[in-house]
């Protein structure tokens, strides 16, 4: 006879919903309405050596990459993915759209629990536009909502450790 398990309803779960703000720079209103936010992923590199006569090959730590993040939404009448966008792109005229002191960002992600407040808060540094979609291919026969992206290049993240979480998980 296999075990038997049983469900704890009364468990709170404050990230069962996914909800989330996006924060460009120092901007203390949140981006309009991003839907979907890539994951944040790091890895690095092994480096193989051998000490003296041991025949252990050893490993030590090698560069650490970070992974690009995309971020969408809806197409809107806010301009906010655009004008970061532009601030990479170069004119006919060889200089870029707009002054490079725009082209990197900081990203400010908040992870919210069921009553709206932050429980976890990650900083991306020194983020910028790789790649941007303004509109995707347009159907008329589909049922799809226009959604365009932005994939951020990134120096490193970090979470913000001075947000305690309240909730019990």
Known sequence: MGKMFSLNT????PYSTFRFLVYFGTSTSPVAAVSKVGGLK??????EYKQGGD????KGLGRTKYDPITLERGVTFDNDFEN???AAQVLDKGAPSQSLKNLRQDLRIDLMN???QPVRRYF???CWVSEYQALPD???GANAIAIEHIKLENEGWERDMSLQETAEV
Do not use: C, Q, T
């Open 10 to 13: 009364s468990r709170f779960n």
């Open 42 to 47: 790091r890895s690095s590199d092994p480096i």
């Open 55 to 58: 025949a252990v090959i050893r």
């Open 84 to 86: 970061w966008a532009n």
């Open 114 to 116: 069921e009553e709206g």
């Open 124 to 126: 991306v540094h020194r």
């Open 138 to 140: 347009l159907d008329a």
